[in-house]
């Protein structure tokens, strides 16, 4: 049962992602995944659906942040539906999207009709909800006083909501709830074996990169514009990474160099200068120079520290990436999260073992649909005793994975 109040819902910050609900998404046909943790392992076999979580949860997310509706990742003509619940100091916040896609070919003219449904709600202790605001047929109806307007149907309610009813008092909510989601990403870290990038970064496309996040091929790479962004803006962030990027041995150093300064002391230019750690010489080297590994780590780095996402979800980081150097890695990722929420999918022994049994998910495909479950009380109880007799937690979630 739900009660339309809005009035009783507090804008205390957003504190984490709960719980997801994945409706017929690609091979998430009837997920549920509640008691999220400040770090999660999901593990499971090749095709199982682990990426298919994590692009759920970033499709429900980006299009809350753009504003705008994204119709192919669902994967499927049939209505799709994700729902996140996300605490919220005393409250919980439950936000459903769903897309139904019909297919018309009338006089000839074929198109794909989107039928959007949306709903945000607070779920109060008492258990009844207080409805923020409901999406459905077009129509977007907000708060205590139902206040509604009209919605396209590539539109989404958030940002429509903000725009067109900045002063009602359901919108304090829903910025917080657009302001979190914001900052959710899903990294899988694409890096190309060869790259075709410049050394060199005219600072005035540095700025036109700021402003659309746009890159041509004749750019350098986004992870150079992002800590060239770093460097000008919070100098002691920059200097952590790359003294991170150092202490994990990943490179000696790395340098941006500014050119050509103008009479205001505005470069014209910006010079990467990377110096890797396995690298005889002392003269400084390209991205492009870099091997695929150490590229790959930068990245995962760079993004952790720049984006400083609330909710980073992270694809197989061991890929191209020495099992050694996972030792150090997720441990540190782990260390500077400091409430920021950490998931991972892996198939790594060393991601694996920096887990606690509690932090695990296992996945599994079963009658052609995504499945995941927690450890068992029997089965906590059974990896604490093997831990304690100097088992690796892998080999422990290897075996009951059969």
């Given amino acids: 049962?739900?009660?339309?109040?809005?009035?009783?819902?507090?804008?205390?910050?957003?504190?984490?992602?709960?719980?997801?609900?994945?409706?017929?998404?690609?091979?998430?046909?009837?997920?549920?995944?509640?008691?999220?943790?400040?770090?999660?392992?999901?593990?499971?076999?090749?095709?199982?659906?682990?990426?298919?979580?994590?692009?759920?949860?970033a499709w429900a997310a980006k299009q809350v942040k753009t504003g705008e509706l994204s119709e192919e990742e669902p994967g499927s003509i049939y209505p799709a539906a994700v729902s996140l619940?996300?605490?919220?100091?005393?409250?919980?916040?439950?936000?459903?999207?769903?897309?139904?896609?019909?297919?018309?070919?009338?006089?000839?003219?074929?198109?794909?009709?989107?039928?959007?449904?949306?709903?945000?709600?607070?779920?109060?202790?008492?258990?009844?909800?207080?409805?923020?605001?409901?999406?459905?047929?077009?129509?977007?109806?907000?708060?205590?006083?139902?206040?509604?307007?009209?919605?396209?149907?590539?539109?989404?309610?958030c940002t429509a909501v903000m725009a067109l009813l900045p002063a009602h008092v359901a919108t304090a909510v829903v910025k917080e709830f657009h302001a979190f989601l914001s900052k959710v990403s899903y990294n899988h870290l694409d890096t190309p074996s060869s790259e075709n990038t410049s050394r060199f970064a005219l600072h005035q496309d540095y700025i036109q990169w700021q402003k659309s996040g746009e890159l041509s091929n004749s750019d350098p790479s986004q992870v150079e514009l992002m800590l060239l962004d770093m460097q000008l803006k919070n100098k002691d962030k920059f200097d952590e990474v790359i003294s991170l990027l150092s202490h994990v041995g990943i490179i000696k150093s790395f340098e941006i160099v500014d050119l050509a300064l103008d009479k205001k002391n505005v470069p014209r230019f910006h010079l990467f200068n990377w110096f890797p750690k396995h690298y005889d010489s002392d003269e400084p080297r390209t991205w492009t120079d870099l091997s695929f590994g150490t590229r790959r780590l930068i990245k995962l780095f760079v993004n952790f520290f720049y984006q400083d996402d609330a909710v980073f979800m992270l694809e197989q980081p061991e890929d191209g990436i020495h099992s050694g150097l996972l030792h150090q890695i997720i441990p540190m990722l782990r260390a500077y999260a400091d409430g920021r929420q950490l998931f991972v999918a892996t198939h790594s022994p060393e991601v694996m073992n920096a887990s606690d049994p509690e932090e695990v998910r296992i996945v599994d495909f079963v009658g052609n649909r995504t499945s995941v479950r927690q450890l068992s009380a029997n089965e906590l109880e059974a990896a604490c005793e093997y831990l304690r007799s100097d088992g690796p937690l892998f080999n422990f979630v290897s075996m009951i994975e059969g």
């Fill in 1 to 57: 049962m739900a009660r339309v109040i809005c009035k009783s819902c507090d804008t205390t910050k957003v504190i984490m992602l709960k719980k997801i609900y994945i409706e017929k998404f690609r091979s998430c046909e009837n997920v549920e995944i509640s008691d999220f943790s400040n770090f999660l392992v999901f593990v499971g076999k090749n095709g199982v659906g682990k990426t298919n979580i994590f692009r759920a949860i």
């Fill in 85 to 157: 619940e996300l605490q919220v100091g005393g409250k919980t916040l439950v936000y459903k999207v769903g897309l139904r896609t019909e297919f018309k070919n009338a006089d000839g003219s074929p198109e794909f009709l989107y039928h959007l449904e949306e709903s945000l709600s607070a779920r109060l202790q008492d258990g009844l909800e207080d409805r923020i605001f409901i999406r459905k047929d077009g129509v977007v109806k907000v708060g205590i006083d139902g206040a509604q307007f009209p919605v396209g149907d590539r539109s989404m309610a």
